[in-house]
Structures are given as C-alpha cells and as structure tokens.
C-alpha cells in the first residue's frame, strides 16, 4: 500500500506524483509536495490520510475538467478502475525515472574506470616491478659498482 510519506532532513513530508496528462492542471508541477509539519512518525501517518484524499479530490476535479462528458456517466468500479489505472501510470514513471538515473550511474562509473585505467596500469606495474633503490636494498648505482658516501 503506497503511504505517500517521505522524509526530508527530520520533517515528514506527504509526496505523491501526478499524472502527466494532469501536470497542465497544476502548473506543471510534477508532484504534489507538502510538509507535515512534524518529526514524529506516527503523527506524520495519522496525517497523511487527509492529504491522501484532499489530493486524491484534486486530481479527480482536474480530470473532470479535462474530460466532462465521460464523468456524467462512470460507474463506481470504472473509477476504481481508473484510480488503479493512474496508480499503475505513476509506479511506471517512478521505475523509468529510476531505471533512468541508474543508467546515468552506470554510464558515469564506466567513464570513470576507462579514465582510470592509465593511472591504474602505471601503479599495478609500479608496484609489480623489482625493488631497485640503490641506498635502500644495497645495489651499485652506475657503472663504477659501489654507492660512495
């Protein structure tokens, strides 16, 4: 059951999308925004079913002005019908805009690693390679044989 409770810092907040055929109602806005006014979780959810249906009316008023022929006539379980059907519409929006970001991830990180990947052969080798500091392990440094002090 979708609760429309989202929390931003401390605060609680009601957040539920709105359709896209139904963002011109509202200025454009894609999704309804408000605070509850509260820290404490219970008393986040003991408001939210008013905001639930406030906004559930709102919507409702903005499709009856899109479409007020078809309203005179929908039966109860075709507005249900319709309810679910918007509820669907809008999970789908929020899966492509996630699938969406997570892509960009993806994208951003391969780019990351293909830019990496130079200094990270260098280092690999660096730290494959022989020890060869001439004072630290000992060896000669030059041609001549021995390190001079």
Same mark, same amino acid.
């Not at 999970?91 to 969406?100: D, S």
């Given at each position: 059951?979708?609760?429309?409770?989202?929390?931003?810092?401390?605060?609680?907040?009601?957040?539920?999308?709105?359709?896209?055929?139904?963002?011109?109602?509202?200025?454009?806005?894609?999704?309804?925004?408000?605070?509850?006014?509260?820290?404490?979780? $219970?008393?986040?959810?003991?408001?939210?079913?008013?905001?639930?249906?406030?906004?559930?009316?709102?919507?409702?008023?903005?499709?009856?002005?899109?479409?007020?022929?078809?309203?005179?006539?929908?039966?109860?379980?075709?507005?249900?019908?319709?309810?679910?059907?918007?509820?669907?519409?809008?999970?789908?929006?929020?899966?492509?805009?996630?699938?969406?970001?997570?892509?960009?991830?993806?994208?951003?990180?391969?780019?990351?690693?293909?830019?990496?990947?130079?200094?990270?052969?260098?280092?690999?080798?660096?730290?494959?390679?022989?020890?060869?500091?001439?004072?630290?392990?000992?060896?000669?440094?030059? $041609?001549?044989?021995?390190?001079?002090?």
């Amino acid at each position: 059951m979708c609760t429309y409770l989202a929390k931003r810092g401390s605060v609680y907040y009601f957040r539920r999308v709105i359709p896209a055929e139904l963002r011109f109602a509202f200025g454009g806005k894609r999704e309804f925004m408000e605070s509850l006014g509260t820290k404490d979780r $219970a008393e986040a959810k003991r408001l939210i079913p008013a905001r639930t249906s406030a906004s559930e009316r709102d919507l409702e008023k903005a499709q009856a002005r899109l479409v007020p022929s078809q309203n005179a006539t929908v039966s109860p379980s075709l507005a249900i019908s319709e309810r679910a059907a918007r509820r669907e519409r809008e999970h789908l929006e929020w899966l492509e805009e996630n699938t969406a970001f997570q892509e960009q991830i993806d994208d951003e990180r391969e780019e990351l690693a293909e830019a990496l990947e130079p200094a990270s052969s260098a280092m690999k080798a660096r730290l494959e390679a022989p020890l060869t500091h001439p004072r630290l392990y000992g060896q000669a440094a030059g $041609a001549g044989g021995s390190v001079g002090r």
